[in-house]
Protein backbone atom coordinates (compact mmCIF):
# COMPACT_ATOMS: atom_id res chain seq x y z
CA UNK A 1 0.00 0.00 0.00
CA UNK A 2 1.26 3.50 -1.02
CA UNK A 3 2.12 5.94 1.81
CA UNK A 4 0.14 8.99 1.45
CA UNK A 5 1.73 12.42 2.64
CA UNK A 6 -0.32 15.16 2.83
CA UNK A 7 1.40 18.85 2.84
CA UNK A 8 -1.62 19.68 4.78
CA UNK A 9 -1.70 16.95 7.41
CA UNK A 10 2.30 17.17 7.67
CA UNK A 11 1.88 21.23 8.42
CA UNK A 12 -0.21 20.42 10.78
CA UNK A 13 1.47 18.19 12.55
CA UNK A 14 4.10 20.36 13.02
CA UNK A 15 2.65 23.35 14.44
CA UNK A 16 -0.78 21.86 15.28
CA UNK A 17 0.18 20.91 19.25
CA UNK A 18 -1.68 23.27 21.70
CA UNK A 19 0.76 25.66 22.29
CA UNK A 20 3.44 25.01 19.08
CA UNK A 21 2.20 27.75 17.35
CA UNK A 22 2.41 30.60 20.30
CA UNK A 23 5.86 29.04 21.45
CA UNK A 24 7.15 30.02 17.81
CA UNK A 25 5.53 33.14 17.85
CA UNK A 26 7.15 34.23 20.84
CA UNK A 27 10.76 32.59 19.79
CA UNK A 28 9.64 35.08 16.42
CA UNK A 29 11.33 37.98 18.35
CA UNK A 30 14.70 36.14 19.54
CA UNK A 31 15.77 33.87 22.01
CA UNK A 32 14.07 33.03 25.07
CA UNK A 33 14.84 31.04 28.37
CA UNK A 34 12.49 28.34 29.36
CA UNK A 35 11.17 30.99 32.53
CA UNK A 36 10.24 33.65 30.06
CA UNK A 37 8.30 31.36 27.49
CA UNK A 38 6.29 30.17 30.92
CA UNK A 39 5.71 33.71 31.60
CA UNK A 40 4.27 34.01 28.13
CA UNK A 41 3.02 31.08 27.36
CA UNK A 42 0.55 31.26 30.61
CA UNK A 43 -2.03 28.70 30.13
CA UNK A 44 1.06 25.73 29.41
CA UNK A 45 1.77 23.92 32.17
CA UNK A 46 5.32 23.27 32.52
CA UNK A 47 5.09 19.39 31.80
CA UNK A 48 2.95 20.26 28.32
CA UNK A 49 5.30 23.43 27.73
CA UNK A 50 8.46 20.77 27.82
CA UNK A 51 6.81 18.43 26.13
CA UNK A 52 5.84 20.77 22.96
CA UNK A 53 9.35 22.19 23.35
CA UNK A 54 10.97 18.63 22.37
CA UNK A 55 8.47 18.03 19.86
CA UNK A 56 9.67 21.31 18.28
CA UNK A 57 13.20 20.85 18.67
CA UNK A 58 12.54 17.36 17.42
CA UNK A 59 11.59 18.98 14.00
CA UNK A 60 14.34 21.07 14.02
CA UNK A 61 11.94 24.28 14.47
CA UNK A 62 13.87 25.74 17.37
CA UNK A 63 17.15 24.79 19.25
CA UNK A 64 18.08 24.40 22.60
CA UNK A 65 21.02 25.41 24.22
CA UNK A 66 22.48 24.68 27.85
CA UNK A 67 25.08 26.67 29.34
CA UNK A 68 27.24 24.76 31.74
CA UNK A 69 26.39 26.90 34.64
CA UNK A 70 24.77 26.43 38.15
CA UNK A 71 21.85 26.57 37.69
CA UNK A 72 22.39 25.26 34.32
CA UNK A 73 20.54 28.20 32.08
CA UNK A 74 18.28 27.02 29.06
CA UNK A 75 17.45 29.21 26.04
CA UNK A 76 15.40 28.45 22.74
CA UNK A 77 15.79 30.17 19.45
CA UNK A 78 13.64 29.96 16.51
CA UNK A 79 16.25 27.45 13.57
CA UNK A 80 15.79 28.84 9.78
CA UNK A 81 12.83 26.35 8.84
CA UNK A 82 10.81 27.58 12.28
CA UNK A 83 11.22 31.44 10.68
CA UNK A 84 9.97 29.87 7.15
CA UNK A 85 6.94 29.67 9.35
CA UNK A 86 6.00 33.16 10.32
CA UNK A 87 3.83 34.20 7.01
CA UNK A 88 1.64 30.68 8.21
CA UNK A 89 1.75 32.35 11.68
CA UNK A 90 0.91 35.87 10.97
CA UNK A 91 -1.71 35.15 8.76
CA UNK A 92 -3.27 33.21 11.15
CA UNK A 93 -3.33 35.72 13.84
CA UNK A 94 -4.69 38.19 10.74
CA UNK A 95 -7.48 36.13 10.27
CA UNK A 96 -8.34 35.06 14.00
CA UNK A 97 -7.95 39.02 14.42
CA UNK A 98 -10.60 39.26 11.69
CA UNK A 99 -13.31 36.32 12.76
CA UNK A 100 -13.22 37.70 15.86
CA UNK A 101 -13.84 41.27 15.22
CA UNK A 102 -16.50 39.46 12.73
CA UNK A 103 -18.41 38.85 16.05
CA UNK A 104 -17.66 42.28 17.69
CA UNK A 105 -15.39 40.92 19.49
CA UNK A 106 -11.96 43.27 20.09
CA UNK A 107 -8.79 40.63 20.46
CA UNK A 108 -7.25 41.36 23.31
CA UNK A 109 -3.51 39.10 23.51
CA UNK A 110 -0.19 39.75 23.35
CA UNK A 111 -0.04 38.82 19.87
CA UNK A 112 1.42 41.87 18.60
CA UNK A 113 3.04 42.15 15.07
CA UNK A 114 6.86 40.68 14.69
CA UNK A 115 6.59 42.15 11.13
CA UNK A 116 5.94 45.98 11.46
Known amino acids: MEQIH ?13 YKALILWRLSGGTLR ?4 QKLVTSATPRMLTLQLRELEKEHLITRTVYPEVPPRVEYAMTELGRSLMPILTAMRDW ?9 IEPNCSMTRTDA
Not at 96 to 104: A, Q, V
Open 6 to 18: CPVETALNLIGGK
Open 34 to 37: FSQL
Open 96 to 104: GTEYLRSRD
